[in-house]
Every structure is written in C-alpha cells, then in structure tokens.
C-alpha cells in the first residue's frame, strides 16, 4: 500500500541503516528484517510511526552492528564505507550531506555501536533523548550522557571546516585533469602536502595500498605509476558520491573504483579510494538519502 508508514518513509529508515551501518547492503538486511516486524504490528496501536519505525530499524542496526565489528577484524587491508551514487541535491542539506560523507562515515567507525547510534539518532536525525533511550534500552539521563561523549569523540577527529559546493567542485577537477593527463605537477599541486591516502581494495584488488600512504610526492607517484602498470586506458569522470564531488574510476571503460576526498584551502587533504567490487554496486543508481 502507497500509504503505508514504512513505504512512506523508506528513504530516511535507509538513511539511518546506512549511517549506522556504513554498508548499504547491510541496511538492505536491516530494513527487512525491520519491515518484518512491522508487518505484525497492530498498526492501531502505533500513534508516531515514523518514530516507531526509526527505533524498529536502529535496534536491528545495533545488532548488525556487533556482528560487523567481528566481520570486520579479520577485514584485508583498510575498511572504508560503501560508496553510494546521489544526486547534487543531496548537498543542498548540508548536515545531512556532511553526516554521510565517506571522510564522517569513517570517524563513526571509531565509536562503539552504542555511540555510534545515540551520535546519529541525535546529530543528524534529531530524535529527542527520551526516544533514542528507548531505541537503546538506556536511560535519558545515559543517552544525555553518551551523546556528549560521542560528540567529542566526533568532534576531535573530524574538525569542520565549511567547503563550499564550488570549491569542493573546482578542487576535483583539477585531481582529475590531472590523473587523466598524467601530470605529475599539476596532481602534486592540488595535495595538501600532508595529505593521507587510505584506500579499500578488501584483498581483491591489486595495487591498493594496504596501509594509508602519507605525503603529495608519495602518493602522486603511487597513483600515476599505478596507474601506468595497468597496461589498460583508465579514466577518472567526475560524479557525486555519498553528497560530495567525486570520481567515478574506470579501467577500459569498466567501472574500477570511487574516490572521494576532504578538501581544505583549496587543496585535497585526504583521499579515500574504495575499489574492493563488493562495494561497488551502489554507483550506477543514486541512492535515496533523506532525513
């Protein structure tokens, strides 16, 4: 049914899977399992469905998430977040756009999963405390608590520094004339000389790095010379990824990877490479993200 509650607010309860989550596939599970439940409810007795939905669906995310953390301990190489296609709109919200960056989906990683959800439910979602402690089975007061503890914890790996759109946009242009080109110079010159390199190839892919690469000379060199050990035609085509500007890889016309970035003073402090092609099946449909 079109009027469904569940069916109406798909795309946040996607939202939220996935934030918590990091892997679209994962909250797929958790949605069903979430849509489930709801089919046996009497619907009746639900007076916030929206509110009801997000707690169904963040308690089965909070299971998902213990088992992912032992899935991911024996994890070849760097784990990122699964990439997903969006539309530019997705950027107009800015919060929402910054909470579901590849570069803020990594800092989550570092939470427990308890934090992790109290940190999303709250920041991003802005669900009042009393609901998220019964999501979680905590007090108001502990959720108050944790939301304080978790945003610190956020706050002091991800500093925020506001990018505008244009910029961001300007800044990945360059990176891919310049990777299209084979320019050296030109790719050197839009690095942050500190910049960090972390790429995700899950074991499966060779030539990604299996620990972050650190420096603009280190990593223009690794690239370029990656990628002329290829032997094949690579091109990177800009696109949006997870609300952000970003690139599209593709080796003889096969998609290859995304890249996604941090931009800062107008040059790219940190790369983020995801080429592991399990993680690739969400870069040909924008996904919708809502909140």
Known sequence: MTDDPFVAHRGLLFTVAYELLGSAADA????????????????????????????????????????LARRRESYVGEWLPEPLLTSPDVADDVELA??????????????????????????????????????IGKSTAAVRQVAH????????????????????EAVVARFVAAVNSGDLQGLMDVLAPDV???????????????????????IAR??????????????????????????????????????CFEVEGGRITRIFSIANPDKLGRLDEAAELTR
């Open 28 to 67: 797929e599970d958790v949605l069903q399992e979430s849509w489930l439940r709801w089919s046996t409810v009497d619907r009746a007795e639900v007076h916030e469905p929206r509110a009801y939905l997000v707690r169904i669906v963040t308690r089965q995310a909070l299971n998902h998430l213990r088992t």
């Open 98 to 135: 910054e909470s579901v960056s590849i570069a803020m989906l990594t800092v989550l990683e570092t939470l427990a999963p308890t934090e992790r959800a109290v940190f999303v439910l709250r920041e991003v979602f802005d669900v009042p405390y009393d609901e998220i402690a019964e999501a």
């Open 196 to 218: 960090v390199s972390v790429a995700d190839g899950g074991g499966k892919v060779r030539g990604a790095a299996l620990r972050p690469i650190v420096g603009a000379d280190k």
């Open 149 to 168: 503890r978790a945003k610190e914890h956020v706050a002091a790996r991800r500093p925020r520094v506001a990018v505008d759109r244009a910029e961001q």
């Open 222 to 259: 690794y690239l370029l010379g990656g990628l002329a050990k290829l032997g094949l035609p690579f091109e990177a085509r800009p696109t949006w990824v997870n609300g952000h500007p970003a690139i599209r890889g593709e080796v003889d016309g096969a998609l290859a990877g995304a890249i």
